[in-house]
């Protein structure tokens, strides 16, 4: 089955730092992909649309100078929090759209300190 | 995601079933999807519907849809430890976005 591989799994980086997170699908091309973010009381939210060769659609609220998404290729997406605060410490996982549905990365745990 | 509302815990014995349901507002899903969520790890998918059908079955899991009242059930007969796991509904929505509900924690006991 398609498979997504996300990474690191978990990041603590000080607070003012830049934090990258790289969402690879492995064994399908995806033209799209999306960037969510799970809260400590378990819901998660979605925060854009990533597209192959665009620019990212941001949901209502996502600041896109804080979060910058990359989606240089047909395999890789990446998203970006900059000036990380202890507030963006949260839960972010990402998925890839393919023939089945919806394929999940395992998540990153981000902590900023 | 408001649009999409779940109960958020649900408790069971070991070796009953569990039932675990799900209301939308947008009647333009296409397809309506369970995700199951174990600790500290991404979402895997369960099971899937799309909007013309009233029924799935999947070996231990059955999925209900009633489109006229925007609501689908997730059941897991025989219900194990293993399931306890937080279980998403989800629904797509335009521009080929999943949105979800909060997810429901299933708690298995003795």
């Known amino acids: 089955g398609a498979v997504v591989s996300q990474h690191p799994s978990w990041v603590i980086c000080k607070s003012g730092t830049s934090v990258k997170i790289e969402c690879r699908s492995l064994?399908?091309?995806?033209?799209?992909m999306f960037w969510y973010r799970q809260f400590p009381k378990q819901s998660l939210m979605l925060m854009a649309t990533?597209?192959?060769?665009?620019?990212?659609?941001?949901e209502q609220g996502v600041e896109k100078d804080k979060f910058l998404i990359n989606h240089a290729s047909l395999t890789l997406s990446t998203l970006t929090v900059t000036s990380a605060h202890p507030e963006d410490s949260s839960f972010y996982i990402c998925?890839?759209?393919?023939?089945?549905?919806?394929?999940f990365g395992s998540g990153t745990r981000l902590t900023v300190v | 995601g408001e649009d999409v509302e779940q109960s958020l815990f649900l408790s069971v014995r070991e070796g009953d079933s569990s039932v675990i349901n799900c209301t939308y507002t947008?009647?333009?899903?296409?397809?309506l999807y369970w995700y199951k969520q174990e600790p500290g790890a991404g979402l895997q998918l369960l099971t899937y519907?799309?909007?013309?059908?009233d029924m799935k079955q999947d070996q231990r899991l059955t999925v209900l849809l009633n489109k006229k009242d925007k609501h689908l059930s997730l059941r897991i007969a025989d219900t194990q430890t293993g399931d306890s796991a937080i279980y998403f509904c989800?629904?797509?929505?335009?521009?080929?976005?999943?949105?979800f509900g909060a997810g429901t924690r299933l708690a298995v006991h003795p």
């Open positions: 519907i799309f909007s013309n059908m």
């Open positions: 990533s597209n192959e060769g665009s620019k990212a659609t941001y």
């Open positions: 989800g629904r797509s929505g335009g521009y080929n976005k999943l949105i």
């Open positions: 947008d009647s333009s899903s296409t397809y």
């Open positions: 064994d399908f091309q995806a033209t799209t």
């Open positions: 998925s890839a759209r393919d023939q089945g549905g919806y394929t």
